[in-house]
């Protein structure tokens, strides 16, 4: 079944301003200028985050990959209280499954984009003055991040999602029960 991408991302809404909040909040921490930010819209992207250019290479890899680091703490973070209730003893609130929603739509955005692996990779591979070691790493993430892509077109993002808000809180507790 296809599910055009605008529907999707409409749906998971929540999921795409805390994937452009995450990148804000790198650029903030590390000093960036931004210039303009759009947390959601209905076209091509659905969010993006302008910023001056990244005076330390790693500052960009972080900035770039802040989503995955952010979306999935906040999934995790906002699932979790309801989770065990629901997928533990069945007796979820309307509440709960509000937060399982938000969980799965954060956690489902938590992949780089393409135009995220686009930027590191000529910031970072391309650059002038960046580590060898920084370009060493930045092959296997930018691979990652096109595998991501490639994977959402088998779902691999809503996969992720149900993982990161639905398994992850079943499985911390049972292993500290």
Same mark, same amino acid.
Not at 22 to 36: D, K, N
Not at 43 to 58: D, F, I, L
Not at 153 to 160: A, G, K, P, S
């Given at each position: 079944?296809?599910?055009?991408?605008?529907? &999707?991302?409409?749906?998971?809404?929540?999921?795409?301003?805390?994937? $452009? *909040?995450?990148?804000?909040?790198?650029?903030?921490? *590390?000093?960036?200028?931004?210039? /303009?930010?759009?947390?959601?819209?209905?076209?091509?992207?659905?969010?993006?985050?302008?910023? $001056?250019?990244?005076?330390?290479?790693?500052?960009?890899?972080?900035?770039?990959?802040?989503?995955?680091?952010?979306?999935?703490?906040?999934?995790?973070?906002?699932?979790?209280?309801?989770?065990?209730?629901?997928?533990?003893? !069945? $007796?979820?609130?309307?509440? %709960?499954?509000?937060?399982?929603?938000?969980?799965? !739509?954060?956690?489902?955005?938590?992949?780089? !984009?393409?135009? %995220?692996?686009?930027?590191?990779?000529?910031?970072?591979?391309?650059? /002038?003055?960046?580590?060898?070691?920084?370009?060493?790493?930045?092959?296997?993430?930018?691979?990652?991040?096109?595998?991501?892509?490639?994977?959402?077109?088998?779902?691999? %993002? &809503?996969?992720?999602?149900?993982?990161?808000?639905?398994?992850?809180?079943?499985?911390?507790?049972? *292993?500290?029960?």
């Amino acid at each position: 079944m296809f599910i055009p991408g605008p529907f &999707l991302a409409l749906v998971t809404f929540p999921g795409v301003i805390v994937h $452009e *909040f995450a990148h804000q909040l790198f650029c903030r921490i *590390f000093g960036v200028a931004i210039f /303009e930010v759009k947390y959601f819209q209905m076209a091509n992207p659905v969010g993006y985050v302008k910023h $001056e250019p990244v005076r330390n290479p790693v500052h960009q890899l972080l900035i770039g990959t802040g989503p995955f680091i952010i979306n999935t703490l906040i999934a995790l973070l906002i699932a979790f209280p309801a989770a065990i209730p629901v997928f533990m003893f !069945s $007796e979820g609130t309307i509440l %709960d499954y509000l937060l399982l929603y938000l969980g799965l !739509s954060i956690g489902m955005h938590a992949f780089p !984009s393409t135009g %995220d692996a686009n930027v590191l990779w000529q910031t970072l591979w391309h650059g /002038e003055q960046v580590p060898i070691w920084l370009k060493i790493i930045t092959v296997p993430i930018v691979g990652l991040i096109y595998l991501g892509a490639i994977g959402s077109f088998f779902w691999l %993002d &809503l996969i992720y999602g149900m993982g990161v808000a639905f398994g992850l809180p079943i499985l911390i507790v049972k *292993f500290f029960a």
